[in-house]
Nanobody, 131 residues
Framework: EVQLVESGGGLVQSGGSLRLSCATSGTRFDDYVIGWFRQAPGKEREGVSCISGSGGETYYADSVKERFTTSRNNAKKTVYLQMNTLKPEDTAVYYC????????????????????????WGQGTQVTVSS
């Protein structure tokens, strides 16, 4: 089992930056794809990005492409989401989630950023971007 804890959220002005961290526990951390998701009030949970177990492959939603970067340090069992040029519409609770890599498929299998694929979730961290 994998446990995840997000941190790094806060209040930032439009155009600013934040870095979220997702600290995990459990074994075989590099066997897991880690996804970042967000949910704004009254809206459905939205996929933001995902990263392969090795960290060698990443994918981003169009809404954050070229502004957000995800990375991981498997030795520290931590995944990061660097968020630059933040916009008010990025305001949401951000979650990291984990799923054990399905070796039947290539990493592109996770490009749909479907929350239902992910089995383990953190508690979320609030990001608020003021205009």
């Amino acid at each position: 089992e994998v446990q995840l804890v997000e941190s790094g959220g806060g209040l930032v002005q439009s155009g600013g930056s934040l870095r979220l961290s997702c600290a995990t526990s459990g074994t075989r951390f590099d066997d897991y794809v880690i996804g970042w998701f967000r949910q704004a009030p009254g809206k459905e949970r939205e996929g933001v990005s995902c990263i392969s177990g090795s960290g060698g492959e990443t994918y981003y939603a169009d809404s954050v492409k070229e502004r957000f970067t995800t990375s991981r340090n498997n030795a520290k069992k931590t995944v990061y989401l660097q968020m630059n040029t933040l916009k008010p519409e990025d305001t949401a609770v951000y979650y990291c989630a984990a799923v054990e890599t399905d070796l039947r498929y290539s990493f592109s299998y996770y490009y749909d950023l479907n929350p239902s694929r992910y089995h383990y979730w953190g508690q979320g961290t609030q990001v608020t971007v003021s205009s």
